[in-house]
């Protein structure tokens, strides 16, 4: 072979010697594949004086937000979840469960135990209590009621023309409304002494502030100072009930029921 010759059957066998050589490190700079996450499976039963329960809405939340409704078995699961961590509620109205939720933490494993007992409600005021129901009108001049929101996780508040910590509060309440809307949440600014319209224009709230002058819902719930905050669960729960306005507070308890 000539040696014009050798060098042009060189030259490719050399590109081809790169070519395979950067293949090789590009393969070697991937990702490894990972063994499959590890998931589990929450589920149980609701009864009601011992008999399935059908038809309730049992929901999934914190690290991640599901729905199943028990079937003519009273039975629901939640399959395929990773280790994390949950709260699961029973929710329907006229009912309280017991327990009341089931919290699982991020090192919990697969529970088919999970198992709810309903009972007719009976209505309180303070923690582990069930809010009842209360209509007012709103600022548009409509009658709204809490519970045309049932299922949602529900921030009730009391707010008044002289409270200046309220009126702090309500500059950004409309975008603490906004943020977490989409996910279930409703906000009631429940007006006990001034315009619930004034309110509403004066700091562009969207969500319900309702008229309460009468103090018909506050002085059921009220303490010694507004503004008192309560967060209610997907079954009208009170979870959080506190005088003063701790965002931070409020915010991480409020996202653990999504």
């Known amino acids: 072979m000539k040696k014009s010759e050798r060098q042009r059957c060189f030259v490719p066998v050399a590109g081809l010697i790169l070519l395979m050589t950067l293949n090789a490190c590009k393969k070697d700079s991937s990702t490894p594949t990972t063994p499959g996450t590890t998931t589990i499976t929450l589920s149980g039963t609701v009864t009601q004086s011992g008999a399935a329960q059908s038809g309730t809405d049992v929901y999934l939340s914190w690290s991640a937000s599901q729905k199943a409704t028990t079937g003519s078995d009273g039975k629901f699961s939640f399959a395929n979840l990773p280790k ?26 697969s529970r088919t135990d999970m198992n709810f007992s309903a009972q007719a409600v009976s209505f309180g005021s303070e923690v582990g209590s069930v809010m009842a129901n209360f209509t007012a009108k709103d600022q548009r001049g409509a009658e709204v ?74 002085n059921i719930h009220k303490k010694s100072s507004i503004p008192l905050p309560h967060i209610l669960d997907r079954n009208m729960t009170i979870r959080y009930k506190k005088e003063g306005w701790n965002k931070a507070e409020v915010e991480d308890l409020l996202t653990k029921y999504f």
């Open 84 to 109: 994390a961590n949950y709260f699961v509620t029973a929710s329907r109205p006229g009912f309280i469960f017991s327990p009341s939720n089931y919290e699982i933490g991020s090192a919990g494993s």
């Open 145 to 218: 009621s809490l519970y045309s929101h049932f299922g949602k996780v529900i921030l009730v508040d009391f707010t008044a023309d002289w409270c200046t910590d309220c009126r702090a509060k309500a500059e950004t309440a409309e975008q603490f409304y906004q943020k977490y809307k989409d996910k279930g949440f409703m906000y009631f600014l429940v007006v006990i002494e001034g315009s619930a319209v004034v309110w509403a224009s004066q700091y562009g709230l969207t969500f319900p502030v309702l008229d309460d002058n009468s103090k018909a819902i506050y």
